[in-house]
């Protein structure tokens, strides 16, 4: 039955990962029985490997895997078996790390989609992942006394706006900028 599940998780994960950046990665699960460790939970040794370019061979994720593919592997797990987890709280950070345009757009419309599932928080700077959120907070790093201190503050929807627009313009805002994000909160559905 592993082997089952785990062919069919594998290839799941291998469609949902292409449309995430990684258009020539493949995703496998192996499943191996080993009868010297049996355990309550069976003799199977799970190992998640990954062929990330084409005429590779394919490895263990924590050999070949970089640290923003790893985070858009998770998601897409995450959002496959949500229906079977049990886990109330998922943070991603770096999830947008590589990837622009189309891509982080797909990557906001997957977190928002778990995220009516259970309750996601995701560390971003890219406007097209931001946008999607519930709630939009800022996160701000100061000193003082010599100590490093962060405060992180919920964003009314005009300040969401603004927030965006520093995303997409940089320290200087332009009216431009302000309606383009606009009207990215405006089409999320």
């Known amino acids: ?20 950046a990684m258009e020539n990665a493949e995703f496998f699960i192996e499943v191996n029985l080993d009868l010297a460790k049996v355990a309550a939970n069976g003799a199977d040794n799970i190992v998640f490997t990954l062929r ?11 050999k070949v895997a970089s640290g923003g593919e790893l985070s858009r592997i998770s998601l897409a797990i995450q959002v496959l078996t949500t229906d079977q987890s049990a886990i109330p709280t998922l943070i991603f950070d770096e999830v947008d790390v590589g990837i622009s345009g189309k891509t982080a757009s797909v990557v906001g419309k997957l977190l928002r989609q ?17 946008c999607h959120g519930h ?34 313009d940089g320290s200087e805002i332009t009216d431009l900028a302000l309606a383009n994000a606009q009207e990215m909160l405006d089409l999320v559905k």
């Open 135 to 168: 709630h939009q907070f800022n996160v701000e790093k100061f000193t003082v006394d010599d100590k490093t201190e962060t405060k992180m503050t919920a964003l009314s929807q005009e300040e969401r706006v603004a927030a965006l627009a520093r995303l997409l």
């Open 52 to 62: 990330s370019n084409l005429g590779q061979q394919a490895q263990p994720l924590a």
């Open 1 to 20: 039955n592993r082997s089952q599940a785990a062919g069919k998780l594998a290839q799941q994960v291998t469609d949902s990962i292409k449309g995430l």
């Open 114 to 130: 778990l995220g009516d599932k259970c309750q996601v928080l995701c560390v971003t700077h890219l406007p097209q992942v931001a």
